[in-house]
């Protein structure tokens, strides 16, 4: 592939269920392999019925967090940005979401994702039980604060940091350390909010936010609430870089099994993955723009697939909305 003088090789390769169909693993060796010698790697979403039924460790979701978790991709950014000509697509009042711009950093290799120990286990009593534990290390809350603080210098300098240090030890220390980072960065104005009124001022009031910084599955709740305020998690994008810039692009949604083989699924959270993929791993910013004018450019032009639609504007599919892309290119 060639453009904007940026020269980029591509290869391809299985996870998920396309990774178990092939090698019978849903992060294949050969996958792996290519990931850790690329610079970059441009992921669709897992995830398909008839997998469902498979052991944990075969299930297209465990791909993802190994992938994740080889690429040390720990900085999840998920931005949630409202299109003018997408206001009324949100269910929230136009006024509301209007001009909106909101960075999620999620922290992506740890908490209770990853934590050990955990299990299904039977007490000495007899009876059983699920467990899960959470837990942050220093230096996994300090790295990805910095993240958060130097995004925030990029933007209008506030960062929120979300955690439940009401209750949890972990959100107690994370607060700590976060509290530690902040005072790095005396250019920007450090908040602390607990998850569960996060998720209220998200729907209350969400543009009092520019960067929320927060734990994985915190993250990865409030990542889905937020983009509903945009009209479709069908538009949003997502970034996990690692120290280096390294990084992995997906689409925020999942592979929506129920509208497979359709052609009505919205192409414009992985499109505008790859624009965020030039923009941090390649650091060419001219050229991410370019691709963000040319999704503008479509909706201006009245295009909308299902998820987006509304009456008066033009319903296309699939690939007729990446065809309008290109062409806007
Ligand atoms: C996400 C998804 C994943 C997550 C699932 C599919 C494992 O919900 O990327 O937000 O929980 O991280
Ligand atoms: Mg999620």
Wanted: glycine fraction near 8%; charged fraction near 25%.
């Amino acid at each position: 592939m060639r453009g904007d003088g940026l020269k980029i090789e591509m290869e391809y390769a299985h996870i998920g269920g396309a990774g178990y169909d092939a090698a019978g693993d849903p992060f294949p060796p050969a996958t792996e392999k290519l990931v850790l010698a690329a610079d970059a790697a441009l992921m669709g979403a897992v995830g398909g019925y008839q997998y469902d039924t498979l052991p944990r460790e075969l299930r297209p979701e465990r791909g993802l967090l190994r992938i994740r978790k080889a690429l040390n991709a720990f900085a999840n950014l998920r931005p949630a940005t409202v299109y003018p000509e997408l206001v009324n697509a949100s269910t929230l009042k136009p006024e509301l979401v209007s001009g909106l711009d909101i960075m999620i950093l999620r922290e992506l290799t740890g908490d209770i994702y990853f934590g050990q120990p955990r299990g299904i286990r039977t007490l000495d009593s007899g009876e059983r039980e699920g467990f899960d534990t959470m837990r942050y290390t220093a230096s996994e809350i300090r790295r990805v604060a910095h993240v958060g603080f130097r995004i925030a210098q990029k933007r209008n300098r506030k960062v929120c940091s979300v955690d439940k240090a009401n209750v949890l030890d972990t959100s107690m220390f994370w607060r700590e350390i976060v509290t530690e980072v902040g005072k790095e960065y005396p250019d920007v104005a450090l908040s602390h909010m607990y998850v569960d009124n996060a998720a209220m001022q998200l729907v209350r009031a969400p543009k009092q936010f520019d960067v929320i910084l927060t734990g994985n599955i915190f993250g990865d709740i409030l990542s889905d609430e937020a983009s509903m305020l945009t009209g479709s998690i069908g538009m949003l994008p997502s970034a996990s870089l690692d120290a280096n810039n390294k990084g992995l692009y997906e689409p925020c949604h999942g592979s929506a099994p129920d509208i497979a083989g359709k052609d009505i699924a919205n192409p414009l959270a992985t499109i505008l993955s790859a624009a965020m993929m030039l923009r941090y791993t390649f650091a060419r910013e001219d050229a991410a723009q370019r691709i963000e004018n040319a999704v503008r450019k479509v909706l201006q032009q009245g295009l909308r697939t299902a998820d987006i639609y509304e009456d008066g504007m033009k319903k296309v599919g699939c690939a007729a909305m990446g065809d309008a892309v290109v062409k806007a290119l």
